[in-house]
């Protein structure tokens, strides 16, 4: 099948999260990545972590799907002319390097813009050109810390924490490749490359746009509303951690269910969205609620939201949190059980739409992976396994023109 990015190359210079998830998604939608790495030892991730002796981590197979990898010194001579002749064949290059490691390997933006005028070079760093952290090196809960996520997430008595989601480096590599998307499309007007950068804070911080706006609203009003803080509690001058509370108009809380006492996932989470009181108030049994003047409008609930919540909780003793789903979502009630990791694997529907998908790997036979979380009408990516080291160097440098001679003498140098 045809897709969308067929023919376009990229140069994949990442490692470790931020910039793997961008090139995987790329390579997804039929980009050719060639994922450069050291001869040797290649993408850190390769053995960190790992379930199976001397087999590739799950950490590197589920960020390399579809990219196929050359190992490359390019810190010798030889191996920066390979890359200078990958560079004036391809359309992007993408790199997650230590700020500075790409000019100190002698290719600045400059350089690469001279060997190929069209070249779009995308950066992931920590912090962007000019911040006065940019010298330094970052990741993923540093720059949850930086972009302002950890300082709103958890509870009010407990200390910063940051989340499950990885909001600083695959969240950063979705922002870049949107970038990278963006410069191949603005590159066909103008015939130029261009320099694309995402900063992880920026990337954390994009996403936390909510606690700005709290922050401004608690400037001006000295509290905010929906927080679970309003109206017994204190508020500082700064944006408080809001343990499970509703980011948006919608209160809303984790609740338990049955068998929350030994099971650590048996909770949902329920939203009192303003105009379903009356479909909750129904579900619930509580038809009196409706019309009462303490329930009745999203206001005169918030005094006693969490006396809301223990009624439910009540209402939900004796349900698992699947048959609360299950009577919830015929009132309408926008809710959803807590699904552990091990539910999420085995989730049919997930399994149905390949949002999760099982690959063949050469070394340690099938295993799970997530696929495109977006869908398209007239494709649908075939997700393949991760490359082994290298296993595609003789194959690149064989259209790079050199021979099965050259290809010898570049591995006893350690060039490949
Ligand atoms: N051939 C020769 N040298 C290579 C090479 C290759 N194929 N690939 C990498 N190197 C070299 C680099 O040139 C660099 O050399 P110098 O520091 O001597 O110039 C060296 O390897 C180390 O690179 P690094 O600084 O990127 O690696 P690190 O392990 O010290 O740091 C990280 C890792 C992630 C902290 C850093 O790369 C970083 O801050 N990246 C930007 C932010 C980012 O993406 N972080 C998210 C990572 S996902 O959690």
Redesign the pocket.
Known sequence: MSLPLNGIKIID???????PACTQLLAWFGADVIK????GSGD?TRTQLRDIPDVDALYFTMLNSNKRSL?????KPD?KKILEQLIRESDVLVE???????D??GFSWERINELNPKMIVAS???FSDGHHYED?????NV?QCAGGAASTTGFWDGPPTVSAAAL??SN?GMHLAIGILTALIGRDKTGKGQKVAVS?QDAVLNLCRVKLRDQQRLDRLGFLEEYPQYPHGEFSDVVPRGGNAGGGGQPGWVLKCKGWENDPNAYIYFTIQGHAWEPICKALGKPEWISDPNYSTAKARQPHIFDIFKTIEDWLADKTKYEAVDILRKFDIPCSPVLSMKEIAADPSLRASGSITEVPHKERGTYLTVGSPIKFSDLKPEITGSPLLGEHSDEVLAGLGYGTDDIKRLREGGVI
């Open positions: 210079f990442t490692h470790v999260q931020a910039g450069v790495e050291r001869p850190v190992t490359l010194d390019t810190k191996g997650n390097f230590g700020p500075g490691a790409l100190r390997m992931v760093k920590g330094l090196k970052v990741y993923e720059a600083g480096d950063t992880m």
